[in-house]
């Protein structure tokens, strides 16, 4: 009781309890324990005139989401590229010599940056079509004033195959048919039964001796290529294209056929012998699938993994699967660097090129 009459016992214990609020307001503050956080602050890519690709895919680095898989992918490509141990190893799927990708593979061949190709028969024979002196056209997906399938109906009338927004005359068709009849399969017809990669190298020489002897203006593009720098090619789902649809009408009058078996055993050492493997993975289908599972026979698994795939990997499909599932079946050892970048392969594509050759020829 104080000397005024009133208990104030209450008033010093609310006096008490805001000196303790006071106190842990201004206690100093500790992080919690962070096990997956980096302290690396995202920075904002800048854009100027004059850069590189190379700068570019530097200032892509800074920045978050696709930006920074395309940097750590060419991170890991260049790596793969400059490794005197690794052979590389470049799966090619979906329509990627039609719509212009053409001369940025036949070019990585040519440079040593390729030591065995797998690829599709469609690839293939779209290649040889403007090896020999065909041509692919700009074209489109829709017309004004027609529905989509009035406009692809006018195409048929028109003979013109459409892939998308490109455009191939069909007499192109009729041009490597003859193609394969007088110059690929003649040859091979003498050998019998030969493997798929024995049939491409045959197209590859026809292609390359073919457009040097008609002074064909285009490039002779990624089969002949492969020829001149003994690069392999495997086609492993041959059948799936007009290429394959020919040989098969061939072999029907003639002792020319096809052993599907035969490219394991040269393709398996290949992978066995390599002390590193990489890959670069351009779409999905059986071109990667083959390109992956060659290392499910050998003691060693892919070192360094690069893929550019538009499939999501939820729906199970081996196109959309993600490198770290594949590293889980021993397709990749786990170590490897590997980066997966979602997005158009034509986009994506020559921008990992360019940025890997100015990284490692600058």
Not at 3 to 26: K, L
Not at 166 to 189: D, G, T
Not at 342 to 354: I, K, S, Y
Request: proline letters at 4%; a negative charge; glycine letters at 8%.
């Amino acid at each position: 009781m104080s000397d005024d009459g009133h208990d104030h016992s209450d008033d010093e214990a609310h006096d008490d309890h805001s000196d303790n609020e006071a106190h842990d307001d201004h206690a100093e503050w500790h992080p919690p324990h962070r096990e997956e956080f980096d302290p690396d602050p995202v920075g904002h890519t800048e854009v100027r005139a004059g850069m590189t690709v190379s700068e570019l895919v530097d200032e892509y680095g800074k920045a978050g989401i696709g930006a920074a898989a395309v940097h750590e992918a060419v991170d890991v490509y260049a790596e793969m590229l400059v490794d005197d141990d690794c052979t590389v190893f470049l799966s090619l799927a979906g329509a990627m010599v039609p719509t212009g990708m053409r001369k940025v593979v036949s070019d990585l061949v040519r440079d040593g940056h390729v030591d065995a190709l797998v690829t599709t028969g469609a690839n293939l024979t779209h290649d040889s079509i403007e090896a020999i002196g065909g041509k692919h056209h700009h074209g489109a997906e829709h017309a004004e004033g027609k529905t989509p399938r009035e406009h692809d109906e006018t195409l048929r009338d028109e003979e013109v195959d459409r892939i998308y927004n490109v455009y191939l005359p069909q007499e192109h068709f009729a041009l490597f048919e003859s193609h394969l009849r007088a110059e690929v399969f003649p040859p091979l017809e003498e050998e019998g039964s030969v493997g798929i990669e024995r049939l491409c190298r045959e197209l590859g020489r026809a292609n390359s001796e073919v457009n040097e002897r008609e002074g064909i203006e285009e490039d002779a593009g990624v089969a002949a290529a492969a020829y001149e720098s003994d690069v392999p090619i495997y086609c492993p789902a041959v059948q799936d294209s007009v290429f394959g649809l020919q040989a098969w009408m061939y072999s029907q009058t003639s002792d020319f056929t096809l052993d599907a078996l035969k490219d394991m055993t040269p393709l398996t050492d290949l992978a066995y012998h390599a002390d590193k493997a990489g890959c670069l993975l351009v779409g999905g289908g059986v071109p990667k699938n083959f390109t992956l599972q060659t290392m499910l026979v050998t003691p060693g698994a892919y070192d360094y993994a690069v893929q550019i795939t538009m499939d999501p990997a939820s729906t199970g499909g081996l196109s959309g699967a993600t490198l770290d599932e594949a590293r889980s079946w021993g397709k990749l050892t786990k170590e490897a660097r590997n980066v997966t970048v979602q997005g158009d392969a034509t986009v994506f594509l020559p921008l990992l090129v360019a940025a890997a050759r100015e990284r490692i020829e600058g």
